[in-house]
Every structure is written in structure tokens, then in C-alpha cells.
């Protein structure tokens, strides 16, 4: 896993916008579905990657430095898509939430794997 804590403040952003009923879930997944294209390009650049492998790999994070869950995008959009009730999904939100504040236990992690 390669750090890609360049795109923190991009998630952390469409967080925000997500958790403020600016934005939709679909529309925020679909934005970060875009970071991701990116860090491929950018991880592909200057190094001799088949497109199948590199198609494979993706962004993941972590919500805080101790957290045992890599999440990628797929598994947010899951969890945030399941019902209300969900543990998941309540957990999910309370990282994102924490994510977004400024309490430095909670600063989410980027990676490219």
C-alpha cells in the first residue's frame, strides 16, 4: 500500500457536503469513483503496470491511524445504501462524521493498493 494522503482533504470534503444533505450519496460515490481514476494515473506514471493489474488496484482508507478496516469506495457505498438501522451504516457515519472534525485521533488515512 502506497499513502495518497493528498486526496484526504477530497474525501474529507465530499464527506462534508454528503453528511450536510448538500450532496447525494450517488453523486459523492461518483466523485470519489473520480479521485480514484486519478490516483491510478498518477500511481501508473512513469512505471510499467499492465492496464489489468493497475484496473485492479484502487483507493482505500482508514478512518483514524488505529483503525483495523480498509475500506475502498465499494464498501462505503454499501454500508452507506443499507438500512438506517444497520451497525455498519451507523459506524460508517460516526467515522465520517469524525473524520471531518478537527480531533486529530481521527484523520483519515489514503491509500492506493
Not at 499513502?3 to 460515490?29: A, G, P
Not at 451507523?90 to 481521527?106: G, H, L, P, V, Y
Request: hydrophobic residues 35%.
Amino acid at each position: 500500500m502506497t499513502k495518497f494522503n493528498h486526496y484526504r482533504f477530497s474525501f474529507e470534503n465530499q464527506f462534508f457536503q454528503y453528511l450536510k444533505n448538500q450532496i447525494s450519496l450517488i453523486k459523492m460515490i461518483t466523485k470519489l469513483y473520480e479521485y480514484e481514476e486519478k490516483a491510478r494515473q498518477e500511481y501508473a506514471e512513469g512505471k510499467s503496470i499492465d492496464s489489468e493489474t493497475l484496473q485492479e488496484m484502487g483507493l482505500c482508507f482508514r478512518f483514524f491511524e488505529n483503525d483495523t478496516t480498509i475500506n475502498t469506495i465499494r464498501n462505503l457505498e454499501e454500508y452507506l445504501q443499507s438500512i438506517p438501522i444497520h451497525n455498519n451504516r451507523k459506524t460508517c457515519i460516526e467515522f465520517m462524521n469524525e473524520a471531518i472534525s478537527n480531533d486529530t485521533d481521527f484523520e483519515l488515512q489514503i491509500y492506493f493498493a
